[in-house]
């Protein structure tokens, strides 16, 4: 478990992380989310203590392996150094855009370097290089230079380096900001496996919002180094929070006429069944606006913007209550 209290951090005058107070789950995949310059990644490189806090501390909880009743590690991250700062960095393992790998060594020798650092022998570093590139599915490529490999195969390689020193919390700096929309789909669901089989708490820092959808249980939006808001992906996305509205931008331009409703249908509810079967109970006519059905991890959910006229406005408002559907009153521009 990661507990951030009262995290503040500045830059000279410059207040980049204001009072945070948040907690992230041990075996969660949590996004940071938010505008660039938000602090996003700034909060990400206070877990490992890449920044220092100007107040407020991390404590980082880890039930003890050997699972001894009387005894839960918890280490500071505030008061670390020296050497324990080293251990704990080994269990705090990190990703990046850019990936950041030697581009002058092969791959093999990219994912073997922590483990060489470590003074391994080097027939065990064979067989946990040998290992990772497995898990990462780079092993065809291990003679490869980086500048041989498309991003998403850096990308593997950083993440297989990564894992080399077994971590328990992997942080993932916009890992898939530099890669198209199909790598990017490959990449998420290589960490969802590192995750799930691994075990690792993963949290990860995206303005991307299909990254969000795709892999984070629970996200916080994070604004001018304030927090705005902590919860499930798609409650957020369900209850259209309006922290996270200024961060989507494809809301449909709405008829001037009339009142448009958003609905939001949850998992393998039938949107379509309600709203034929409602204009039939009605005895009204509306038009649909606009419709989206969006992935959230393994659930599909569904959002239907419809425009009804005025005068049916009340008893269609007092349907959708009564079916107890998530719904929002849209303002036109015109209103
Ligand atoms: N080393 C630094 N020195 C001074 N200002 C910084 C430094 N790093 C980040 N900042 C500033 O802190 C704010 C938050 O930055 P950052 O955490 O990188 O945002 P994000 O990752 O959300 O885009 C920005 O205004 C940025 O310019
Ligand atoms: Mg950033």
Request: glycine fraction near 6%; proline fraction near 2%; hydrophobic fraction near 40%.
């Given at each position: 478990?990661?507990?951030?209290?009262?995290?503040?951090?500045?830059?000279?005058?410059?207040?980049?992380?204001?009072?945070?107070?948040?907690?992230?789950?041990?075996?969660?995949i949590?996004?940071?989310?938010?505008?660039?310059?938000?602090?996003?990644?700034?909060l990400?490189?206070?877990?490992?203590?890449?920044?220092?806090?100007?107040?407020g501390d991390?404590?980082?909880?880890?039930?003890?392996?050997?699972?001894?009743?009387?005894?839960?590690?918890?280490?500071?991250?505030?008061?670390?150094?020296g050497?324990?700062?080293?251990?704990?960095?080994?269990?705090?393992?990190?990703?990046f855009q850019?990936?950041?790998l030697?581009?002058?060594?092969?791959?093999?020798y990219?994912?073997a370097?922590?483990?060489?650092?470590?003074h391994?022998?080097?027939d065990?570093?064979?067989?946990?290089?040998n290992?990772?590139?497995?898990?990462?599915?780079?092993?065809?490529?291990?003679?490869?230079?980086?500048?041989?490999?498309s991003?998403?195969?850096?990308?593997?390689?950083?993440?297989?380096?990564?894992l080399a020193?077994?971590?328990?919390?992997?942080?993932?700096?916009?890992?898939t900001?530099?890669?198209?929309?199909?790598?990017t789909?490959?990449?998420?669901?290589?960490?969802k496996?590192?995750?799930?089989?691994?075990?690792?708490?993963?949290?990860?820092?995206?303005?991307?919002?299909?990254?969000v959808?795709?892999?984070?249980?629970?996200?916080?939006?994070?604004?001018?180094?304030?927090?705005?808001?902590?919860?499930?992906?798609?409650?957020?996305?369900?209850?259209?929070?309006?922290?996270?509205?200024?961060?989507?931008?494809?809301?449909?331009?709405?008829?001037?006429?009339?009142k448009?409703?958003?609905?939001?249908?949850?998992?393998?509810?039938?949107?379509?069944?309600?709203?034929?079967?409602?204009?039939?109970?009605?005895?009204?006519?509306?038009s649909?606006?606009?419709?989206?059905?969006e992935?959230?991890?393994d659930?599909?959910?569904g959002?239907?913007?419809?425009?009804?006229?005025?005068?049916?406005?009340?008893?269609?408002?007092?349907?959708?209550?009564?079916?107890?559907?998530?719904?929002?009153?849209?303002?036109?521009?015109?209103?």
């Amino acid at each position: 478990m990661i507990t951030f209290t009262n995290v503040t951090k500045k830059y000279n005058d410059l207040t980049a992380l204001s009072n945070i107070n948040l907690t992230i789950n041990d075996g969660e995949i949590f996004g940071l989310v938010g505008p660039s310059g938000a602090g996003k990644s700034t909060l990400l490189r206070t877990i490992n203590k890449l920044e220092e806090l100007d107040d407020g501390d991390i404590v980082v909880t880890k039930k003890k392996q050997d699972n001894s009743l009387s005894d839960i590690d918890k280490i500071s991250v505030r008061n670390l150094k020296g050497k324990d700062l080293r251990m704990f960095r080994k269990k705090v393992a990190m990703i990046f855009q850019h990936f950041a790998l030697l581009q002058t060594k092969n791959v093999y020798y990219n994912i073997a370097l922590p483990l060489k650092c470590m003074h391994y022998k080097k027939d065990v570093v064979e067989k946990r290089v040998n290992e990772l590139a497995e898990i990462v599915g780079i092993s065809d490529k291990l003679n490869n230079k980086p500048n041989q490999l498309s991003g998403g195969e850096r990308q593997r390689v950083a993440i297989a380096r990564a894992l080399a020193l077994e971590p328990e919390i992997l942080l993932c700096d916009e890992a898939t900001s530099a890669l198209d929309p199909q790598t990017t789909k490959q990449i998420l669901n290589l960490l969802k496996k590192i995750n799930k089989e691994l075990g690792i708490t993963i949290v990860l820092v995206t303005h991307q919002m299909e990254v969000v959808k795709e892999i984070c249980q629970r996200i916080a939006i994070i604004q001018k180094g304030k927090l705005l808001e902590v919860g499930k992906t798609e409650d957020l996305f369900l209850s259209s929070s309006s922290a996270l509205k200024t961060l989507v931008d494809d809301q449909p331009i709405l008829p001037k006429d009339g009142k448009s409703i958003k609905l939001y249908f949850p998992r393998q509810y039938t949107g379509d069944s309600l709203i034929t079967r409602m204009a039939r109970e009605l005895n009204i006519d509306f038009s649909i606006v606009w419709g989206k059905l969006e992935n959230f991890g393994d659930d599909v959910l569904g959002s239907l913007v419809i425009n009804v006229k005025d005068k049916d406005f009340i008893a269609v408002l007092s349907y959708i209550k009564n079916e107890k559907i998530s719904f929002e009153v849209l303002e036109s521009e015109g209103n």
